[in-house]
Structures are given as C-alpha cells and as structure tokens.
C-alpha cells in the first residue's frame, strides 16, 4: 500500500509539473524506494525496519508504547537482546544521519581525522552558521565572515569533501531550519553537535543534541549509546488564539519544569491541541525544549507536518509516512513518567528571564515586576530571530504587527533586528514583502545566521556594565550570552511580542490592553497579528549555497599549518595510570549556575574553536568562585597567589600537578559544546565533582577521559573548601553502580571521607581507562 501511495504521489507530481519530467517507466521502477532527501538520492528512507524494530521490542515489553520509545527502540543496534529500562539501561543505537554546526565541526571533524577512518558512515551535514558576527547587516556581515574565517571555511569544506560529509557554505542559515526543511521527517533518528538539534521534533523526529565525540561514533558506524530516557507527556487541549504562540507553550513548560525538570527524559507532546500548531511551531516547542534538559522533544505526525513536507519538496517521504502513521504516532493507553496537560484557550502570552530561561512571567504582569525587581523597563534592543523563531510564519506574523504600526506612521522606539533562519526564508520574505516591511519600521536584517543568539554581536550601543534590557525570540538568556555584558537583563518571548515591545520600547506595554500613539496623536490598539504558515507560492529557495561531497575523497586534501592560530591538530590524551587520583588541588569551587557559556564562553572565542590550545584561554573565566565571589579570579595553591583560572591550570599542568572542579548543581547545562570538557583535559584536569550535571556536558566529559562525580549527599559540596586537597580512591575496581570515595584533607591535617556516585557503564569505563572515547576507539580498531 505505501508503494502505490508513493506512485500516486510521483504521478501527481508528474503531472503538474508537465509529463516531460518524468518518464512513468522509471516512476514505476523506483516506485518501492524514497530518497531521504533531494541531496542524497541513494540514501532511502526505511520505515519497514523501524517497524520490524518495534514489534520485536513491543512483543518483548508488552505494553503500549509512547512515540518517543517507538522511534528510540526503533534504532536499537540489538532489538532482541537490548536491555530496556527508562532511566536506568544504556542504549546501543543506530541514528540515521549526523549534523554538525561549524563551531562544534571542527572539533567533530578533527577528532574523526585522528580515527584514521576514510568516510563517514552515515549521512552527516556540515553547518556554516556560527561564525557570523552581526556588525552592520547581512551581506556587509557575511562578507566579512567569510574573509576573516576563510581559514576555518577552507578546512571544514575540504574535510567534507575527503570525508563524505555534505557542507552548506556560510549564509546558507542556521542549521536547525536547513535540518527542519531539509533533511528530518517523521521517525528519523539524527544526532547533532549542537544543544538545539531537538529542533527536528517539529517533524516527529527524535533528533538529539550531543558532543563532537558522539558525532564522531556515529560518523564511524560504532553504536552510539544513550541512558534509556525517561518520557514526559504535555497533553495540549484548546486552541492558540489571538497573541498566544507556540513559543508561549515552552516558555510555560519552561516555568512548570525549570532549567534541569527535564533531564533525562524526552518531552512528548499529544493531545487535541497540538492540530492548532504549525510544524514550524512545534519545532520551536522543541527546539526549546533544550533549555529545561530535556534529551530531546516530540510531536506525532499530523496533516500539519504533512503540508510543511510538501512544501518544502517531500511529499514522497509524507505520503510515505502516512502508511506507517500508527508507528509515528504513541500506542493508546501508553503511560508517561509525568504528565503535564496545558489548555490552549487559558495560556496566555509569557516572557521569561533575565538571566534564566524558566523565569516565566506573563506579558501583563512583567512590568510590574520588572519596576519591583529594579530591572530596567526601557528595551534597548528588540531581537527576532535564531534556529528557535525565525521561519516564514514568525516573520509574517512580526511583519503583520509591524505593518500596523507603520499604517498609523510610528516605527520601533526600540533598536530592532531581524534575522532569517536561512537563505530560503531570507528569498522568500524579500519576494512576498514581509523583509521590507520589517526593515520600514526600523529594523536591520541581519545574516542568515545565529549571531547575537551566540554572542556574534558587535553591539556599541551600551557599555559593558552598563544596566539594559532587551527583548529577543531567542531561546537562552544566560548572563552575558548575547552582548558579554553581564548587566544586560536579556528576556525570551515571542516574535510577535518581541516586535510589539520594540514598538513600544517598554516592558510596561501589553499588547492585549494598552495602546500606542500614532504620528496623528490618536491612540490605537494593535490588533493580534494574523500570517500564512506557509508561503502561497512556492518557497524561493534563494542562492545555492550546498557543497555535494564527491563519491570519492581520498585524494582530496585537507590542510592543517602548525602554525596556524584557528586550527589544531589533536594530540591523544594520556591514558589512565592504574592508580588512584591523589591529591588534587581544587582549581575552582564554583557558586552557583555554571553553564557551559561559564565553562568555555563564545562570542569572540568562536575563532578559536578548531585550536584546543587556544581555546582552552576561556576555561571557566566566567565562572563565580566560591572563595570571592568573584569570576575568573582563583588561588594558586602552590604560590598563593589569586590569578586568572586558565593560568593557574596551566601552571598546574606545567609542574604536574592534577586538579579538580567542585560545582553545583545542574552544572554544564546549555550547549552542546564539547569544548567545555575538552579544556579542562587538555590542561590537566582529572574529575569535576558536582550537585548534579547536564546530560549532555556529563557524557561530554566522559568522553574525554574525565570523571563527571556526583555528591551522595548534596549537603558534602558544602564540606569542600577551596585550599582543600582531594583524593578520589577505589578506581582499581572502578564499576558501574559501584560509589567511589573522596578523601578530603584539609589544610590543619585534618581529613573526611565522603560518597560519590557516578552514571557510568562498562564501555564507558574503557574510555575512562584508555584516556578518552576516541583513544579507546584506536584500540579496538588496533585490534
């Protein structure tokens, strides 16, 4: 039956667009297989496994299934022997593709080189997105991107072409909304280096954010392993209406389950309410789902994915998926690890922050509070934009406020700046208008890329420490992301919001109540806005910006210079001793949130992403320490001397002496960047002892050969003390599940012993053992 559908589908495309296209001999021959897309026509979409996957896995746990276990069992490397068990096993999987965005490629690609591999395994994209400073608009950026990072472009686009890896040049736009109208559909499995890749579950995919290290697993057809997540049902019952968006429903998810409610666990969304959602609003919901530790989140497959897919040039892989709905959807009678239910007709317009992403407040409340707060009321900048809110409905729903204000002759009070998801939505806005209107009422727009999401903000209009405010439909607000500067009070809303709030220029306006003064003097009310979620035309896909890997690599050459600034090839680090780690000194007992923005900052540290040593320049300079209250200023324990954090690791490193970190709690939380553990290995870190970790930055520091250690009792962070020495003992017989012991010795001779507990499996026990995942990797091939 999804042969014929799919020829159905070929006829009818045939047929519109002319009988010369297609000859209905080779329709009929190709009529049993669908390319995963137009990119890659010998690589197949294949429903039937997955679904030969999940009965074995359905006659074995016999119960229903929720959709993210359909698709995650779907993948298993052995669906026979596999041990299942939410929140406890180890998965062994098989994702379909890889992507990887530039600032995480060259680290990607870099540890892939050192695997000695000749090609990729999978499908696997490289992303120019990152690397784009916004300075004075899209092409005199993008311009300048590509001169000052043509070193880095040349390396990424050579190793591409060497290694089989897709790569889409700089402006092609950020790589969740390539990802979204490229490559995912319903029931694929992708991992990206990058915390939002979950972006893809707007398409009812399960796309998951990972380190460079995991990518490169993948890329080398190794499975790739995954703690068995937790599921998290939000039934959604109602109806969005008037100003309420999709970005409202995560930005309450956000408030009901805070930066770490979601950890090991997957969001899946269900309900009536969800047909009110356009494919590229749940992927907003998804994408965001990275801000409250989720592993990844979900919608099932409705006729609004099916028209987005059509849309966007694969109505083949929809008419393919229709076939096989029932696994694309969860099983009736599934149950959820928690059950969240949100009524569409009472949610009302949110804006969170400052500082943190799960600070929800309504639209008609945060003036007030803000005034309460001390938070600066005046908006310096409005932003929308990023991979969270940039595709055709947010810009058409922007432009239709924005229209209305230019009707009665006002413009934004507030800086505003525009930013496209990618080179189709940027042609396509300019052709149906919505780009113009956008930048008549003031605003700039910026390149198709991340920008000042990521801190790629050349911003001069406020001074560092200088108290401001701005307002963006981003989706992390962490202290100093977007500007460096740390009293910047940075808010998250809605598109549509954000643009009714740079009109005003104040939070103290809302939109559903108050009005605004036209050039007449007269008041009027905006009325809430109104847009197609897709284009009535044909998507303008814009300039071709897509490099095709050639079938064969090998004589293609990728140029490293030992002496360049920007790109460094890896060193393997040192393989454990056999001994227990003892007596290291603390570099840092941080204070409170440490995120990997505090970790390995990125604004102008970007440039240095392919250089480990370089980079390793920013560890943890934004962390607070315990012992001042100060960033990036710590003892030195041998000369007693306070001094900048990366220069007292490097002194340590220099004279042979091992360290650790001690955190708090959910530390490592935000992006996927691997760097953050990479850093503190490559100058002599050993173990990061913590309240509790991130999902992402704890694998991420097993990976490289680091101890990620809990406290048994969270109350023993507070039995630390800076100028305190630690042993971790027990290694010998390192095992999972098996707590290891800390010996603190403190400076007057005296000591304690304390619990730490650890996640760590048999396999990843080896990477510990042979120094890191990819070391470990050497030696099984050596084998």
């Not at 001999?25 to 996957?53: H, M």
């Not at 930013?419 to 940027?426: C, F, N, V």
Request: glycine share 10%; with cysteine; aromatic share 6%.
């Amino acid at each position: 039956m999804a042969s014929y559908c799919v020829l159905v589908t070929r006829l009818q495309q045939a047929l519109s667009n002319g009988v010369r296209r297609y000859h209905v001999s080779s329709i009929i021959c190709q009529r049993a297989r669908v390319a995963v897309s137009q990119f890659e026509p010998n690589e197949y979409v294949d429903y039937e496994k997955l679904e030969k996957n999940i009965n074995i896995v359905r006659k074995r746990l016999d119960r229903p299934l929720t959709l993210s276990e359909k698709i995650v069992y779907g993948h298993l490397d052995d669906p026979v022997k596999q041990v299942i068990e939410r929140g406890k096993t180890y998965l062994r999987l098989r994702p379909d593709r890889v992507a990887m965005q530039d600032a995480t490629a060259q680290m990607a690609m870099l540890q892939f080189i050192s695997s000695g591999l000749p090609r990729v395994a999978v499908p696997s994209t490289i992303h120019c997105d990152h690397l784009i400073e916004a300075q004075l608009g899209g092409e005199k950026d993008l311009q300048r991107a590509k001169d000052i990072n043509q070193e880095v472009y040349n390396f990424l686009a050579s190793a591409g072409a060497k290694y089989g890896v897709g790569f889409w040049k700089p402006g092609s736009g950020i790589i969740h909304q390539i990802i979204l109208e490229n490559y995912t559909y319903p029931g694929v499995m992708l991992i990206g280096t990058d915390s939002h890749t979950p972006n893809g579950g707007g398409l009812g995919s399960i796309c998951i954010g990972v380190g460079g290290a995991d990518a490169v697993d993948v890329m080398a057809g190794i499975p790739w392993e995954l703690k068995c997540p937790k599921v998290i049902g939000v039934k959604l019952t109602g109806k969005l209406s008037g100003w309420t968006s999709p970005k409202d429903v995560i930005l309450k998810v956000a408030g009901i389950l805070t930066v770490k409610g979601g950890t090991g666990a997957i969001i899946e969304y269900h309900g009536p309410g969800i047909d009110s959602i356009s494919c590229t609003g749940m992927a907003t919901i998804c994408n965001m789902g990275a801000e409250i530790g989720a592993t990844t989140s979900i919608f099932p497959f409705n006729h609004r994915m099916k028209k987005y897919m059509g849309k966007t040039g694969r109505a083949e892989i929809a008419a393919l998926a229709d076939e096989f709905q029932e696994h694309l959807q969860p099983d009736p009678g599934c149950e959820y690890d928690q059950l969240i239910e949100i009524n569409l007709d009472e949610l009302k317009p949110l804006i969170n922050g400052p500082f943190t992403p799960d600070l929800a407040h309504t639209v008609t409340e945060i003036g007030a509070v803000a005034e309460k707060k001390g938070w600066p009321v005046d908006i310096r900048v409005g932003l929308i934009g990023s991979c969270t809110n940039s595709s055709y409905e947010d810009m058409g729903r922007s432009a239709a406020v924005a229209k209305q204000a230019l009707a009665k002759g006002i413009k934004c009070k507030s800086q505003f700046t525009v930013t496209p998801g990618s080179e189709q939505i940027r042609a396509t806005i300019e052709r149906d208008g919505y780009a113009k209107i956008l930048r008549d009422v003031g605003g700039v727009v910026l390149a198709n890329a991340c920008g000042p999401c990521i801190g790629q903000w050349d911003r001069r209009d406020v001074k560092k420490g200088e108290k401001n405010t701005i307002v963006s439909s981003y989706n992390r607000n962490f202290t100093g992301r977007n500007d460096a500067n740390p009293e910047t009070h940075a808010f998250v809303t809605s598109p549509e919001m954000v643009t009714a709030l740079a009109l005003a220029g104040t939070l103290k306006f809302n939109p559903e109540t108050d009005q605004l003064t036209g050039a007449d003097g007269k008041k009027f009310k905006l009325q809430a806005p109104d847009a197609d979620e897709l284009p009535k035309l044909e998507f303008d896909p814009g300039q071709d910006t897509y490099q095709h890997p050639p079938k064969d690599g090998s004589s293609q050459h990728v140029d490293v210079s030992p002496t360049s600034q920007r790109l460094q090839l890896l060193e393997p680090f040192d393989k454990w001793d056999g001994k227990d780690l003892e007596d290291m000194l603390i570099l840092i007992k941080v204070k409170g949130k440490c995120t990997t923005d505090h970790i390995s900052a990125a604004g102008p540290w970007l440039k240095f992403r392919g250089h480990l040593d370089n980079i390793s320049n920013n560890l943890l300079i934004g962390a607070i320490n315990m012992e001042n209250d100060k960033a990036n200023t710590v003892r030195n324990s041998l000369t007693q001397e306070f001094g900048p954090v990366p220069d007292t690791a490097r002194y340590y490193k220099k004279n042979n002496v091992k360290w650790v970190v001690v955190g708090d709690e959910n530390y490592g939380e935000g992006s996927s960047r691997e760097h953050a553990a990479l850093e503190p290995r490559h100058l002599g870190g050993r173990a990061i002892l913590t309240k509790s970790f991130a999902r992402i930055h704890e694998t991420n520091l097993k990976k490289q050969g680091l101890l990620p250690l809990t406290f048994a009792d969270p109350a023993d962070y507070d039995k630390i003390h800076p100028v305190d020495k630690l042993s971790i003992v027990g290694l010998a017989d390192f095992a999972p599940g098996k707590p290891l012991k800390c010996i603190i010795k403190h400076p007057n001779g005296s000591q304690e012993t304390i619990l730490l507990n650890h996640t760590f499996n048999e396999s990843q026990i080896e990477w510990f053992r042979a120094g890191s995942a990819l070391n470990r990797m050497k030696e099984l091939q050596h084998k």
